[in-house]
């Protein structure tokens, strides 16, 4: 269920979003985020549930004004995958073979 585009501050498991200050913080720890990755968060947190392939987050992370390398967003998955992971919080970022990324909690 997408989360309103208004609310500040988005809570999925122990993954804490602030929108306003554009931080995250997994587990009781800041995780620090570079542009790129935190819009990916920011992104997959407003479309729980539904995976996003590499070529539509790309899409719309660039919107057709640059022209990204390939694979890009892969790489940016990959780094806050690890970076959330680090934090031993039970969200994390999972890539479903075929469909693409999601946010998911582990039980």
Avoid: F
């Amino acid at each position: 269920m997408p989360y309103p585009a208004a609310q500040s501050v988005i809570y999925i498991g122990d993954l804490v979003i602030d929108r306003d200050r554009k931080i995250a913080v997994s587990n009781g720890a800041t995780v620090h985020l570079e542009g790129k990755e935190y819009w990916l968060l920011e992104y997959l947190s407003q479309h729980l549930g539904e995976p996003a392939s590499a070529q539509r987050l790309t899409e719309r992370c660039y919107g057709g004004i640059d022209t990204p390398e390939r694979g890009i967003m892969e790489v940016v998955a990959t780094k806050l995958q690890r970076k959330i992971g680090y934090a031993g919080g039970r969200t994390t970022i999972v890539l479903i073979p075929g469909k693409g990324y999601l946010l998911h909690t582990r039980d």
